[in-house]
């Protein structure tokens, strides 16, 4: 555990969040106790995926489709069941071939992809603030090293992600959970998250950082945002209980809260960009 919390602290530092391959395979723990839900109306937030051709050429477009139609639906489950009014959507999936480009920094590798795909592509993704996009790596690509599976970097660019080709179906949901300024669990005795994600932010973020925004562990599992081998298909929630554990707590693991604020900011933001144009 010590190793564990010492290497996310050292990652972050670099960029703000990496995801680990996870020492065992994640189930969902029966036993899990969820709440009936209100939902609000709904906000579609569409994914656009560009897929390394080193991918494309290991695993055949068919596969990389099937798992990403996979990933994207495991997202939707940890929607309903953390009572968040949002829906992922698999909207294009894309070859690019970056042979020959050293990608070596999250920043970089998007203005590469810009570079091969187009500006006006990104452009009209970016266009949007529910709209997401995210590059898949083949271990080939010389990016992912160590046991890293997923990298955003929110601070800088709050719509992009990286996924490497051994991401599993959480990974998608936990990338994008950072994307919704939602973090993992810090057990540390110093609270090291906390300053690291002050330290790391810039001015102009500051105010997206919440105390509440955790992973948890409860009854033998981990939420999405944990780094826990066994994995439950929810964000963090004191209204979620597993095993009879509960699996958040009001101040400081309530990823479920931050994901709903961010639903709901997200609403905003489209309401006003809509009335701009009319
Ligand atoms: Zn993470």
Same mark, same amino acid.
């Given at each position: 555990?010590?190793?564990?919390? %010492? @290497?996310? %602290?050292?990652? @972050?530092?670099? $960029?703000? %969040?990496?995801?680990?391959?996870?020492?065992?395979?994640?189930? =969902?723990?029966?036993?899990?106790?969820?709440? =009936? $839900?209100t939902m609000e109306e709904v906000i579609e937030t569409p994914i656009f995926f560009f897929v390394s051709k080193m991918v494309v050429d290991k695993y055949g477009l068919e596969e990389v489709n099937t798992e990403l139609d996979k990933s994207v639906r495991k997202s939707n489950v940890i929607m309903r069941n953390s009572c968040i009014p949002m829906k992922r959507t698999l909207a294009t999936v894309e070859t690019v071939d970056f042979n020959s480009a050293s990608l070596f920094d999250i920043d970089q590798i998007r203005r590469q992809l810009t570079k091969r795909v187009g500006e006006e592509k990104v452009r009209?993704?970016?266009?949007?603030?529910n709209q997401f996009y995210g590059v898949i790596l083949a271990d080939e690509d010389g990016y992912f090293e160590y046991d890293t599976i997923g990298t955003t970097n929110p601070d800088e660019n709050s719509q992009f992600f990286m996924l490497s080709e051994y991401a599993d179906e959480y990974t998608l949901e936990h990338e994008l959970g950072h994307l919704s300024w939602a973090w993992h669990d810090d057990r540390s005795w110093f609270k090291v998250l906390d300053e690291t994600l002050e330290q790391h932010t810039s001015e102009m973020n500051k105010d997206r950082l919440k105390p509440y925004a955790r992973g948890y562990q409860c009854g033998g599992a981990g939420t999405i945002m944990s780094y826990e081998s066994e994995l439950l298909s929810i964000y963090s929630s004191p209204d979620i209980t597993n095993n009879g554990r509960v699996c958040g707590d009001e101040q400081y693991a309530d990823n479920a809260r931050q994901l709903r604020e961010f639903a709901r900011d997200l609403k905003r933001k489209m309401q006003l960009q809509k009335a701009a144009t009319l």
């Amino acid at each position: 555990m010590k190793k564990l919390i %010492s @290497i996310q %602290s050292a990652m @972050i530092v670099g $960029c703000l %969040s990496f995801t680990l391959i996870p020492l065992f395979y994640k189930v =969902d723990v029966p036993g899990m106790k969820i709440p =009936d $839900c209100t939902m609000e109306e709904v906000i579609e937030t569409p994914i656009f995926f560009f897929v390394s051709k080193m991918v494309v050429d290991k695993y055949g477009l068919e596969e990389v489709n099937t798992e990403l139609d996979k990933s994207v639906r495991k997202s939707n489950v940890i929607m309903r069941n953390s009572c968040i009014p949002m829906k992922r959507t698999l909207a294009t999936v894309e070859t690019v071939d970056f042979n020959s480009a050293s990608l070596f920094d999250i920043d970089q590798i998007r203005r590469q992809l810009t570079k091969r795909v187009g500006e006006e592509k990104v452009r009209n993704i970016e266009r949007l603030p529910n709209q997401f996009y995210g590059v898949i790596l083949a271990d080939e690509d010389g990016y992912f090293e160590y046991d890293t599976i997923g990298t955003t970097n929110p601070d800088e660019n709050s719509q992009f992600f990286m996924l490497s080709e051994y991401a599993d179906e959480y990974t998608l949901e936990h990338e994008l959970g950072h994307l919704s300024w939602a973090w993992h669990d810090d057990r540390s005795w110093f609270k090291v998250l906390d300053e690291t994600l002050e330290q790391h932010t810039s001015e102009m973020n500051k105010d997206r950082l919440k105390p509440y925004a955790r992973g948890y562990q409860c009854g033998g599992a981990g939420t999405i945002m944990s780094y826990e081998s066994e994995l439950l298909s929810i964000y963090s929630s004191p209204d979620i209980t597993n095993n009879g554990r509960v699996c958040g707590d009001e101040q400081y693991a309530d990823n479920a809260r931050q994901l709903r604020e961010f639903a709901r900011d997200l609403k905003r933001k489209m309401q006003l960009q809509k009335a701009a144009t009319l």
